[in-house]
């Protein structure tokens, strides 16, 4: 069965520092990648999302994420923080072809400090 | 136009009462999700509805949950005899079949058993 791992499951940063987030999923087959953010308070919002093409991915807000096949790794990025990106953020995974339930990580709490 | 609406927001219930979660998809979307996010457990599939199709019930914890969908819209997701580790956010997410097949989700309804 696929996964979805998050290794970091609470970071801290002060504002302006540079972000990034990791996700390794794990499934050999053709899978589609998406980064959740979930605001205090706020219901789940899509981030940005990779199907095919450029493996280096804009979202919303300044984020992007590159997706690297040979490390089985969707890490997401921004280079420089603000106290409103403080939220829990969850990478998921969808495989091409099954039910299209996504599989997501135990997500990561980021808080910004200002 | 209106997002995924999930109601109650909130429940609170006494172990062994039976309660119902309601789902509103967004307006032409044929795909319906039901996930769950507990603390330690991240967000687990429950089940998918797709269109006319027999439901994907694969990620139902066991057989005290169900859900239904009438006339490929509204969903009801029901627990009999709740239990303590019910105690969970419920979440509804719905999506078009074709294309990005982006989840839309709903504020969830955060159920606690007493």
Do not use: M
């Not at chain 1, 990034?20 to 308070?41: A, R």
């Not at chain 1, 095919?52 to 089985?72: H, N, R, T, Y």
């Amino acid at each position: 069965a696929q996964s979805v791992s998050q290794h970091n499951h609470h970071v801290i940063l002060s504002e302006a520092a540079s972000l990034e987030l990791g996700c390794n999923y794990s499934y050999g087959g053709t899978v589609n990648l998406f980064w959740y953010v979930q605001y205090p308070g706020q219901h789940l919002q899509l981030l940005l999302k990779y199907f095919s093409g450029d493996p280096l991915v804009k979202g919303i807000k300044g984020f992007e994420a590159e997706f690297i096949k040979s490390k089985f790794s969707f890490n997401l990025r921004k280079p420089s923080v603000q106290w409103s990106d403080t939220a829990e953020y969850f990478c998921a995974a969808l495989v091409s072809g099954s039910a299209r339930q996504l599989t997501f990580g135990s997500g990561t709490q980021l808080t910004v400090l200002p | 136009g209106a997002g995924v609406s999930q109601s109650p927001s909130n429940k609170v219930t006494e172990k062994g009462k039976d309660v119902e979660l309601r789902c509103d998809p967004i307006s032409g979307h044929t795909a319906l999700y039901w996930y769950r996010q507990s603390l330690g457990q991240g967000l687990e599939f429950l089940i998918y509805f797709q269109g006319n199709s027999a439901p994907d019930k694969s990620g139902l914890p066991s057989d005290r949950f169900s859900a239904e969908r009438t006339g490929g819209s509204v969903s009801t997701l029901t627990i009999q005899r709740t239990q303590q580790e019910d105690s969970a956010v419920y979440l509804c997410a719905s999506s078009l079949v074709s294309g990005s097949y982006e989840q839309y989700f709903g504020p969830g309804t955060r159920l606690t058993v007493t």
